[in-house]
């Protein structure tokens, strides 16, 4: 199974900063990752797909990069709407598996 | 609008068996592979299990595998999850998705709210 390990876990941020979180597979899986926002009660909402793509009707503010091991979603200009937990995914192979998450709270 | 609308949790003894449903209105399932993702409290979604567009091929994490059963009636847009020999551990927030392509492995871009299964000792 490829594993996938976040980083931070968690994070404190002002509106309007840039913030950054990492993410780093167990093996290379080429871009074949997705990026998810969790807010409490509510289902992950996919931003982030094949590593950079933008999911539709998802802010500009929001963008990945990456390939191989190691990606990153970008946050320019954090908004009031954004605070949540943040997921990696790999679509690589079965089993589908998740970052353990990024929360990103309010400073 | 596309939505997908869980049901059939509840409260369930060790050993026991529940069955979910997901039936999808706003699209048509019938080109999409589907999954169910679940969440247990205070964790990390994980990957139960997934089935392709044509219901011809299924996938099952381990933890799961000979235990739980996924299907669909694409005739309904509905997707079915059978959970036997539940545990304790099976204790979360069960969600379907759809993925955007007929693969497992596309993007779950549509997930619905979610059906809370809790399964006591």
């Known amino acids: 199974d490829v594993q996938m390990t976040q980083s931070p876990s968690s994070l404190s941020a002002s509106v309007g900063d840039r913030v950054i979180i990492t993410c780093r597979a167990s093996?290379?899986?080429?871009?074949?990752l997705n990026w998810f926002q969790q807010k409490p009660g509510k289902a992950p909402k996919l931003l982030i797909y094949a590593a950079s793509s933008l999911q539709s009707r998802v802010p500009s503010r929001f963008s990945g990069s990456g390939s191989g091991t190691d990606f990153t979603l970008t946050i320019s200009g954090l908004q009031p709407e954004d605070f949540a937990t943040y997921y990696c995914q790999q679509s690589f192979s079965t089993p589908l598996t998740f970052g353990g998450g990024t929360k990103v709270e309010i400073k | 609008e596309v939505q997908l609308l869980e049901s059939g949790g509840g409260l369930e003894q060790s050993g026991g068996s529940l069955r979910l449903s997901c039936t999808a209105s706003?699209?048509?399932?019938?080109?999409?592979?589907m999954s169910w993702v679940r969440q247990a409290l205070g964790k990390g979604p994980e990957w139960v299990s997934g089935i392709s567009y044509s219901g011809g091929t299924t996938y099952y994490a381990d933890s799961v595998k000979g235990r739980f059963t996924i299907s669909r009636d694409n005739s309904k847009n509905t997707l079915y999850l059978e959970m036997n020999s539940l545990r304790v551990e099976d204790t979360a927030v069960y969600y379907c998705a759809s993925s955007g392509g007929p693969n497992v492995l596309d993007n779950l871009d549509y997930w619905g709210q979610g059906t809370q299964v809790t399964v006591s000792s």
């Open positions: 706003g699209f048509t399932v019938t080109n999409y592979a």
């Open positions: 093996q290379t899986i080429s871009t074949y």
